[in-house]
């Protein structure tokens, strides 16, 4: 298996265990670096703890919050050092607020060691008749 599959098979379970499964926990244990650093917005609210600690405190959050989210996958993008998983959160199951979400996700040593995101708010009435993911 090269390194770019192994790193998109990585990045699809952790995103399986951490939303799919709610469990966060198993996803941070098998897939996320100690020093794991986070650089969305929303995942870290707090100082307290390494990364992958912030990370781990806020997928419980968002599941005791949030109980119905979900992300859908649309596509993984996978290289050697970097994946891309591109779909829609779910906020409050299908009939929430939906949003697409791209997630850039640096691995080190078959980890996730970095992530950045971008996201947008899916507009149920855009006039453009493609979709956003």
Do not use: C
């Not at 650093?37 to 929303?42: G, M």
């Not at 109980?67 to 970097?82: G, L, S």
């Not at 607020?97 to 791209?102: D, F, H, P, S, T």
Request: aromatic share 8%; no cysteine.
């Amino acid at each position: 298996m090269s390194a770019a599959e192994e790193n998109r098979r990585i990045a699809q379970h952790f995103t399986e265990l951490f939303y799919a499964e709610k469990n966060p926990y198993r996803a941070v244990e098998l897939y996320v670096d100690p020093d794991y650093i986070e650089h969305n917005q929303h995942a870290a609210p707090d100082r307290t703890g390494s990364g992958s600690e912030r990370l781990l405190n806020y997928g419980r959050g968002l599941h005791q919050t949030k109980p119905h989210v979900q992300f859908d996958v649309r596509r993984i993008i996978a290289d050697e050092h970097t994946v891309v998983v591109h779909g829609t959160y779910l906020i409050d199951g299908p009939t929430g607020e939906a949003v697409a979400v791209a997630s850039l996700y640096r691995l080190a040593d078959g980890k996730l060691a970095e992530h950045w995101e971008v996201h947008e708010t899916i507009d149920p009435l855009s006039r453009n008749p493609l979709p956003m993911v």
